[in-house]
């Protein structure tokens, strides 16, 4: 399967942004979800994780309350809803896909990978 990220851009402190990731190739269907961000300078860092089959989802520390994930079952896109966007969330955010059989926050779990989206928050 693979992987296609979108709706990343600038936007102020306090905002909000939707990021896609449709999948193509293939479906879901067997996969777990992740969101990673890597900002400059720094390792990739788990975000959040959805196994597709049942929408269960957890989140980091760092964005709960303020990021949630969501699907579309039928169109085989997972989104990732940020609101209340801070300066410490710019990075380059990524979707990924994984085994079922494994639910890891950790990004070498995942075998597939979008492209990317960049996520600039700033003033």
């Known amino acids: 399967v693979q992987l296609q990220a979108s709706g990343g851009g600038l936007v102020q402190p306090g905002g909000s942004l939707r990021l896609s990731c449709a999948a193509s190739?293939?479906?879901?269907?067997?996969?777990?979800l992740g969101w990673f961000r890597q900002a400059p300078g720094s390792e990739r860092e788990f975000v959040a994780r959805?196994?597709?089959?049942?929408?269960?989802?957890t989140y980091a520390d760092s964005v709960l309350g303020r990021f949630a994930v969501s699907r579309d079952h039928a169109k085989n896109i997972v989104y990732l809803q940020m609101d209340e966007l801070k300066a410490e969330d710019t990075a380059v955010y990524y979707c990924?896909?994984?085994?079922?059989?494994?639910?890891?926050?950790?990004?070498?779990?995942?075998?597939?990978w979008g492209q990317g989206t960049l996520v600039t928050v700033s003033s």
């Open positions: 959805m196994r597709w089959s049942s929408g269960f989802t």
């Open positions: 990924a896909a994984g085994p079922r059989a494994v639910f890891s926050v950790v990004a070498d779990n995942y075998s597939y």
């Open positions: 190739g293939g479906t879901f269907n067997g996969y777990n």
